[in-house]
């Protein structure tokens, strides 16, 4: 798999709402309140409105991560992004996440397959490629390094 | 701190197909879907045969690109089911068909496959489809 750098995004979780046990797993949300984006061909910044990560924790004790944000380009751009991801790692690994630690993200696993809509012409090759992230959860909110696949 | 992103072979997946069913235009874009009859899947890891009755949903957008929606039941060579489903983005005018496929199943043995990312890359042979993919680590 060839990859080139996309971006790095950091997103600011504004709190995390305990939806509690659904059907499928334990829903949380976490709303985002922005956030920044920067990589070589396009920069800006996350916002707040519509802006948010669908937590659901599995039995088998896997997070499913249904991530959904607006970007706003530093030249005015609208792009929506969709995300699909997963986090797992060792228990006490993920016990310090929770805690709000600082953790070296290549202890566990946190990955995500981003999707690009806009209707901006100077973006359109968003809409073209499939993209794979890797997460590092902080105390504020997620750091993505996020990876065109070519 | 940010991460490279490396992946590994999982599995050769290969497509038997019958011939197509052209629903037509849609508020989405043209949808053809290619009803799967069959193939085989071989990695070092898993390898069996995939079952009839799976299928591509293909929607032509109006951009020139082709979204793909697939799903497929695979039965591992010890019996195991798996059940598997893939989006992707099929773009010929940049020969750039990249695959997002994910993976459900019961079967201890291959719980790994629950827990993982993965990312294909696609062509179209004589004798169908070939999708390479790989583990996102």
Known sequence: MNTRPLMTMQVRVARVLDVGAVPY???RIAPLDGGTFEGPRLRGTVLPASSADWLLLRSDGVLELDFRATLQTDDGALISMKSFGLRHGPPEIIAALGRGETVDPS?????TMPRFETAHPGYTFLNRLIAVATGDRRAEGPVY???EVL | MTMPITA?????????TSPIQEIGSTPEGTLTIFPVTGGSFEGERLRGKVLAGGGDWVTARSNGMMTLDLRIALEADDGSLIDMTFTGI???ANRYFRTVPRFETAAPRYAFLNRLLAVGTAEIRAEGPVHLIEEIL
């Not at chain 1, 202890?107 to 990955?111: D, L, Q, V």
């Not at chain 2, 590994?8 to 038997?16: K, M, N």
């Open chain 1, 25 to 27: 797993g334990t829903r």
């Open chain 1, 107 to 111: 202890t566990y696993y946190f990955r």
């Open chain 1, 145 to 147: 390094t996020i990876h």
């Open chain 2, 8 to 16: 590994r072979p999982l599995i050769v997946l290969r497509l038997t």
């Open chain 2, 90 to 92: 099929r773009d010929d």
